[in-house]
Nanobody, 125 residues
């Protein structure tokens, strides 16, 4: 089992920045943190969970939702078992609960096996 814990959410004004972190612990036999692709998803009230960004196990491949391209950046530190989401130029529409997930390099939630509990990001106008 892999446990994921997000942190770094909060309240920020439009145009501001936040950096989310997701720390992984535990493991499944034969697998290490670097063997998992990591993804960030978000869910706003009344809306479905949507893809934000993903990074491959080695960090060599990254994928972003069109709505965050050029503003958000995903990275990972495999030595620290942590993945990050740097969010710049935040907009009110970025307000949501942000979740990190571990699994395959996909843009759909179904591609991920493990999920964190989420961290709230609120962007005021």
């Amino acid at each position: 089992q892999v446990q994921l814990v997000e942190s770094g959410g909060g309240l920020v004004q439009a145009g501001g920045s936040l950096r989310l972190s997701c720390a992984a612990s535990g493991r499944t036999p034969g697998r290490t943190f670097s063997s998992y692709a990591m993804g960030w998803f978000r869910q706003a009230p009344g809306k479905e969970r949507e893809f934000v960004a993903a990074i491959s196990g080695t960090g060599g491949s990254r994928e972003y939702a069109d709505s965050v391209k050029g503003r958000f950046s995903i990275s990972r530190d495999n030595a620290e078992n942590t993945v990050y989401l740097q969010m710049n130029t935040l907009k009110p529409e970025d307000t949501a609960v942000y979740y990190c997930a571990a699994g395959a390099f996909r843009t759909r939630p179904s591609g991920y096996n493990y999920w964190g509990q989420g961290t709230q990001v609120t962007v005021s106008s």
